[in-house]
């Protein structure tokens, strides 16, 4: 069983920064993608950030050159850096791991959510 614990929501004004952490344990091997997605009450769940195992990128247009993700494989650590929030940024945020666990097969997890909330 893969376990993702997340970390660093919370209740920022607009313009402030926060960040957000997501370390994987259990049963997994090797890690592949890592991620964050966020959610508001009826709407669906959308990217925000991904990082490959290599190290390449992925960014919703509306974060870009203010959120930063990064990865510390020897941790098994996904992190959000959010910078100049604005309340249009308040969600659920979710962390996301795709990769291979001990039976040898290709998951994808889901962190528990951690609620961001920017007030203007």
């Known amino acids: 069983q893969v376990h993702l614990v997340e970390s660093g929501g919370g209740l920022v004004q607009a313009g402030g920064s926060l960040r957000l952490s997501c370390a994987a344990s259990?049963?997994?091997?090797?890690?592949?993608?890592m991620g964050w997605y966020r959610q508001v009450p009826g709407k669906q769940r959308e990217l925000v950030a991904t990082?490959?195992?290599?190290?390449?990128?992925n960014y919703a247009d509306s974060v870009k050159g203010r959120f930063t993700i990064s990865r510390d494989n020897a941790k098994n650590t996904v992190y959000l850096q959010m910078n100049s929030l604005k309340p249009e940024d308040t969600a659920v945020y979710y962390c996301?791991?795709?990769?291979?666990?001990?039976?040898?097969?290709?998951?994808?997890?889901w962190g528990q959510g951690t609620q961001v909330t920017v007030s203007s």
């Open positions: 996301n791991v795709a990769g291979i666990d001990r039976s040898a097969r290709y998951s994808s997890w």
């Open positions: 990082m490959s195992s290599g190290g390449s990128t």
């Open positions: 259990g049963s997994i091997v090797s890690i592949n993608a």
